[in-house]
């Protein structure tokens, strides 16, 4: 891999697993604080409107400036956003500026690999990065319910030498740990050479700046393999981050399991999604990327059939196998989807397009989750339903791929 490939991987995984962590040790807050189960979905529901709002803009900006400085300036307004919790803010506005960061950060982290990484190796290193990004999410979910975790607290405080918190939450210390772990991210991302990549000056205008985006966004959609792979990892990163609350309340409410052993379930789909990142990484190459399509209809009919285990041994396994296929599946396609908007846009723009109708994605399902949880929809037909639509809708894309090919 180019000089500078791993050192963007360490900051990648440092900065997610704070941001991991930070859900957990955030929806403990608002449990702390009292208020109804609805309110965590809304968390990163603010955490991500981000991402769609600012979707023109993100792209040019990562394109404009030295994409590793970039990522540093962003992990400092993560810095900023846990900041407003150690001063007692909500924990839903000290999401929302973390929120700022990320959508900034990512154009950056994704244009850089695709700067400095030719299309043959593109699969691999997608391999790579979505690894990082997996065993972030797990290992954050892991120091998260740590950080949640009375004992762990107490032990803090005593290595901190804070005898006494006040009138402020025992998570403060905890906070305090995900600062300086947000502070390292930003030290490694400003040890990241510059790819040399240099684009054409963008409109300074907003208007311009959201045709500009707009006609890019049509660009993407209308291209046949751009369209399609645009379609599958829309829909994967959705349902993934919705997955994300409804295993939380599924292992509450059906497993009968605290937050820091629901927390911790879902390492299981993390570990499951670095071994399918692993396999297709290894054995899929970019022209084959198609080909793994109904892994889609896979996955989405094993969500519905975890909504029904009551055994925590079954549920480990449905989950770490729900993880394998989603990794095989999500790995060729985001690859092929930054080749060809590589080659239709821009390494920023191509990013920020596929930021933005992902995290539209995630505000929809997010949204629906919320409305569901909020009307009292019991959570195994709950999750059921969302299995169902994964799998239909995986069908309807593995169909229109066939007519795509058949026209070609």
């Not at 993100?58 to 990522?71: E, F, N, Q």
């Not at 195994?380 to 339903?385: A, D, G």
Request: hydrophobic residues 55%; aromatic residues 8%; positive net charge.
């Amino acid at each position: 891999m180019p000089t500078g490939f791993y050192l963007i991987i360490a900051a990648q995984f440092v900065s997610a697993l704070a941001d991991n962590a930070l859900l957990i040790v955030s929806i403990a807050l608002l449990s702390e604080q009292g208020l109804p189960a609805w309110w965590a979905p809304m968390l990163k529901f603010v955490f991500t409107i981000s991402y769609v709002v600012l979707a023109p803009f993100v792209g040019p900006l990562a394109d404009a400036y030295p994409k590793a400085r970039l990522m540093a300036w962003m992990n400092g307004v993560k810095i900023l956003g846990v900041a407003t919790l150690l001063l007692g803010f909500n924990p839903l506005v000290a999401f929302a500026i973390a929120g700022l960061g990320a959508t900034a950060y990512a154009p950056a982290k994704y244009g850089l690999i695709t700067e400095i990484v030719g299309p043959n190796l593109l699969v691999k290193a997608n391999g790579w990065l979505e690894t990082s990004v997996v065993c972030a999410a797990l290992l954050g979910a892991v120091l998260g319910g740590f950080l949640v975790n009375t004992s762990v607290i107490t032990t803090l405080n005593g290595l901190l030498h804070i005898d006494s918190l006040g009138s402020m939450s025992p998570l403060y210390t905890s906070l305090l740990v995900l600062l300086f772990i947000y502070g390292a991210a930003s030290l490694l991302n400003l040890g990241i050479p510059h790819s040399g990549a240099r684009y054409p000056a963008s409109p300074i205008h907003p208007l311009p700046l959201i045709k500009d985006f707009w006609c890019a966004n049509r660009l993407l959609w209308r291209d046949a393999e751009g369209g399609l792979s645009l379609a599958v990892t829309t829909i994967f990163w959705g349902l993934g981050a919705t997955l994300q609350f409804i295993i939380l309340k599924w292992s509450a409410d059906v497993l009968h399991l605290p937050l820091e052993q629901s927390a911790y379930l879902q390492t299981a789909v993390a570990v499951g999604v670095v071994l399918g990142a692993g396999i297709a990484g290894r054995w899929i190459p970019l022209h084959h990327a198609q080909r793994v399509l109904p892994a889609g209809v896979l996955m989405g009919l094993m969500i519905t059939v975890i909504a029904h285990v009551q055994v925590i041994s079954a549920a480990l396994m449905f989950l770490a196998l729900i993880g394998v296929v989603g990794g095989i599946l999500v790995v060729p396609l985001n690859a092929l989807l930054q080749h060809r908007g590589y080659v239709l846009l821009s390494a920023g723009r191509s990013v920020a397009v596929q930021g933005f109708n992902e995290n539209l994605s995630v505000l929809c399902m997010l949204g629906v989750y919320t409305a569901l949880v909020a009307a009292d929809v019991p959570i195994v037909p709950l999750l059921t339903l969302f299995g169902l639509c994964t799998a239909v809708a995986m069908g309807l894309l593995i169909h229109r791929g066939i007519r795509t090919s058949s026209v070609r």
